[in-house]
């Protein structure tokens, strides 16, 4: 029950239902505020409880300085959680483990009990091994279930063993994309309130749904589980961003060129730890398809959320996607009655402002790593030829590019070139060179929500196929589309059977390519990139094209939309200028030119007001909890805690509990560290913690060959996190990864100090001999440093390492927060400096004082840093919030709930 300081407790009406709510207009200064800050100051509203959240913390937030830096801490309390497989499997793994040691404390392991909603959607473990083939969906799901029994299983049990927590099954669609289409929920109701919905999700791309006016933002999983479990999220009130949109969109671009267009111009504006809000006129002008695209790519910019206020538009996409009339109702009265409906013309308090024209959009794709990397579609050819050396040339000893004249590579009109004769298996021949499109992929939630360019994608395929065009024979061609919803509409219009001639046949319902899971290129393909080290790309609809994420065999990657990844594996290569040269050649011969295969504006429209409707959603979502009968077929183990399995290699009990007592020891400053990994800038989580495919020859490999998996089981890393000593393996492991104390080295190698000359080793190994002889350790690290997916495996297998410490540039917000919660402590140099301006080589012995003070109940604001190499300095510790040093005093997150727990 609410303190309800503010007399704001008041009654709704909406048709024959009445609902309890909190006035915002109780609170002074909340007409002003962003629609954002609207949502979170219900929030306190409702959970005032006159300790962790008073009178005091609402009325900081009906006063907010738009212009101040973040200092007011607030607890936010979320309404839902929601998970996907990858994330969601550990965090249902941490949660058995704390109900063993609750019990071993003495107390009651039912108070382990989600009590807030928390939905897991199956969407990560298909692996797109087939392809191009009419039973390539149907192979696909028999090994993903073959490869993911032991998981599965453990997941329905824990829909039987936990209230509150449900699990949409494998082959149902993109967890971004149910919760939009189905989950979300846009107005809570529950034991008689109305609220705003709003939640966090283990993945970073939860901000989707900020597009229906939900907010909402990625977390890493072991904060989640705090927020399961009852726990408020520790934030600052933030800074807001107004993007104010103006125009319309022209014909000819789609919503992928318009995300990037905001990606670009929000990377460089800087909003990292910002909320991002869009209003203005051209707010209205953007369809709620385009809106969800674009609160997607919100970890691309680096915000924590980007949210649309709710307008009609918000409610006819409700009707459209099932949701009942009374909701619908529901959604508009209240948003109405709070202050929370879109007034295009209103120009609310904002921290800082940008503004976008959306007629000034032009068509382009994004890479060759990264989703900021804004390319103008018409430059693409030439900026890939410039980028291409990159990755043809020689690595110098510091780990950077570098282009010796007595290495240049073979160059044909200055641009690298390798050309390789290839036998495919019916006996043609074809040529493979550098820049050789070998993936093309409609996949992610990012795009495969948007009708809009998924059917423009089928169109540029219907007229390829009356063309005479097909896919180059040496493109891995996919589609793996976010829901049902989308294969029902394409095969309403009578668009499938074009896709499938130019070989995007459905291969699941999943992230498939974009999360890593594009599985193995044709075994001719593969050879001859690994044999002759060939620079190929992939190209691919999805929000995340950091290196070696997307397939171990492919080096650059490309994000674009949907009808140009159709365009691009027509045309084969990325050397090809698509706007002004021939896609291929029709059956007379003639050539055939992007501008003959792009459907207009008008042809995509009608597809789509004449192809879905609500009949569809729900036909998809009736009964989306209930799964097929090889799910329900399962056997599950029962009982409220779990019966661990010696022998999976899947799902193990972690260590994180193991010797814990009932009061946490003092923090300790850190003496006589060494350095684990030097990195450099845009260190991301996919770096730290792959999710893609484990190498034989690798750690991970390693164990699992030891275990008696086959090389054909491994599957990915991404699908092990529910087993610990496969993810310590895998960290740091990335095939891409450049440590500088190892150099001339690429993957997950260090040099080992615990040993004589200090030699070359898998960093997983050089940690077990410096836990072994009790040494802590340390990452140096430069700007951006994890940044990418919320990947809780990146601070588990961090702090599991044994690393104490990380010292960078700057953070991103998820790992930063996920580091802390793991025990881990985050610092930052000095501004202006950096590991190289200080002259630290990653060689040195670390020393770090001042910690301690924590145990005084405060945070230092830095604490001083040396090393036996003389140089010395005072590092800014991030621990953000008190919340934050709760945690890291506990040891990390989990402890600390599991003590709250075990006192009340």
Not at 82 to 105: H, N, S, W, Y
Not at 584 to 601: F, I, M, R, S
């Amino acid at each position: 029950m609410s303190a309800n300081s503010f007399d704001a407790r008041s009654t709704l009406r909406v048709g024959d239902e009445s609902y309890e709510i909190f006035k915002l207009d109780k609170v002074e200064g909340s007409a002003r505020l962003p629609y954002s800050l609207k949502v979170l100051l219900e929030n306190l509203l409702r959970t005032e409880d006159g300790a962790n959240i008073t009178a005091d913390h609402i009325r900081a937030l009906g006063e907010w300085d738009s212009q101040a830096q973040p200092a007011q801490e607030i607890q936010f309390t979320p309404a839902r959680v929601i998970m996907q497989d990858f994330t969601g499997v550990p965090c249902v793994v941490d949660l058995a483990t704390m109900r063993e040691a609750v019990k071993e404390l003495g107390g009651d392991p039912a108070k382990i009990n989600p009590l807030a909603p928390a939905e897991l959607v199956i969407d990560h473990s298909v692996i797109a091994d087939k392809f191009g083939t009419s039973d390539a969906f149907g192979q696909n799901v028999e090994l993903e279930y073959g490869r993911n029994k032991e998981r599965y299983q453990f997941l329905r049990w824990g829909q039987t063993a936990f209230d509150e927590f449900k699990v949409v099954p494998p082959g149902t669609g993109i967890v971004h994309q149910v919760n939009i289409e189905h989950l979300a929920r846009t107005v809570m109701v529950r034991n008689g309130q109305a609220y705003p919905d709003t939640l966090v999700g283990t993945d970073s791309h939860t901000t989707m749904v900020n597009g229906l006016g939900v907010l909402g933002w990625g977390v890493g999983g072991i904060e989640a589980e705090a927020a399961m479990l009852g726990q408020p999220v520790s934030m600052l009130i933030p800074r807001v961003v107004g993007f104010k949109l103006t125009g319309e969109l022209k014909p000819g671009t789609t919503a992928t060129d318009l995300v990037l267009t905001i990606t670009e111009m929000l990377r460089k504006h800087g909003v990292v730890g910002k909320f991002v809000e869009f209003y203005g006129e051209g707010v209205a002008a953007t369809s709620l398809a385009n809106r969800a695209t674009i609160g997607n790519m919100s970890p691309e910019f680096g915000s924590t959320a980007a949210i649309f206020p709710i307008d009609d538009e918000t409610l006819n996409y409700l009707r459209l996607t099932g949701r009942d009339a009374q909701q619908v109702a529901l959604v508009e009265a209240y948003a109405k009655e709070q202050g929370l409906w879109l007034d295009p013309a209103a120009e609310p308090d904002f921290s800082e402002k940008l503004e976008l024209d959306l007629s000034t959009v032009v068509p382009s794709i994004a890479g060759p790593k990264r989703p900021q990397d804004r390319i103008v579609l018409a430059n693409a050819a030439e900026q890939f030829k410039t980028d291409v050396r990159n990755y043809v040339d020689s690595v110098d000893e510091a780990g950077k590019e570098s282009f010796p004249a007595s290495d240049a590579p073979a160059t044909t009109n200055g641009v690298p070139s390798n050309p390789v004769l290839v036998t495919a298996p019916d006996g043609s021949t074809y040529e493979l060179d550098h820049g050789a499109v070998t993936v093309a992929a409609i996949t992610s939630c990012t795009n495969t929500s948007n009708p809009y360019v998924m059917v423009a994608a089928a169109l540029v395929a219907k007229k390829a196929v009356e063309k005479g065009l097909t896919r180059k024979p040496w493109v891995k061609t996919t589609l793996a589309p976010g829901s049902k919803v989308v294969t029902d509409y394409f095969d309403k219009a009578g668009l499938t059977p074009y896709l499938d001639k130019v070989g995007f046949n459905l291969v699941g319902y999943g992230c498939t390519t974009c999360i890593g899971n594009s599985g193995p290129l044709p075994d001719e393909v593969s050879k001859a990139v690994n044999e002759h080290d060939l620079a190929v790309t992939s190209v691919l609809s999805g929000n995340r094209n950091f290196e070696g994420r997307i397939n171990p065999d492919v080096k650059m990657n490309y994000l674009a939309s949907p009808p140009l990844v159709v365009a691009y594996a027509l045309a084969g290569s990325m050397k090809i200028d698509i706007t002004t040269e021939a896609l291929g050649a029709d059956q007379d011969g003639n050539p055939v030119y992007l501008k003959d295969v792009w459907p207009t504006e008008a042809e995509v429209n009608d597809v789509v007001a004449n192809a879905i409707g609500e009949d569809m959603f729900n036909k998809s979502y009736q009964d989306v909890f209930a799964g097929d009968a090889q799910w329900q077929a399962l056997p599950i183990p029962t009982g409220n805690t779990f019966e661990w399995d010696s022998e999976s290699t899947y799902v193990r009990k972690p260590p994180y509990f193991e010797g814990m007592a009932h009061e946490p020891s003092p923090v300790e400053d850190i003496q006589g560290a060494r350095v684990l990994a030097k990195l450099g800038d845009s260190v991301t989580t996919d770096h730290i913690s792959p999710a893609g495919a484990i190498k034989a020859d690798t750690p991970a490999g390693k164990y699992l060959t030891e275990h008696g998996v086959q090389r054909r089981d491994f599957n990915s890393y991404g699908s092990r996190r529910g087993n610990h000593e496969v993810m310590i393996r895998g960290t740091f492991a990335n095939i891409r990864l450049r440590n500088q104390i190892a150099p001339g080295t690429e993957g997950g190698f260090t040099r080992d100090f615990t040993q004589d000359d200090a030699p070359v080793s898998f960093i997983y190994d050089a940690s077990r001999n410096y836990i072994d002889q009790g040494i802590p350790l340390v990452v140096l690290a430069g700007k951006e440093y994890g940044s990418g997916s919320s990947r809780d495996w990146a601070a588990k297998g961090t702090a599991l390492l044994g690393v104490k410490a990380v010292i960078a540039e700057s953070y991103e917000r998820i790992h930063r927060s996920n580091l802390i919660g793991m025990g881990v402590l985050p610092l930052q140099y000095p501004e202006g400096q950096t590991a190289s301006s200080l002259g630290l080589t990653g060689e040195e012995t670390f020393s770090f004082s001042g910690v301690t003070e924590l145990n005084n109940g405060s945070t230092p604001r830095t604490v001083k840093v040396t090393t036996d190499s003389g140089v010395e300095f005072d590092a800014v510790v991030r621990i953000d919030t008190p919340g934050e040093a709760d945690y890291y005093r506990n040891g990390g997150i989990m402890q600390y709930v599991l003590r709250s727990l075990i006192r009340k």
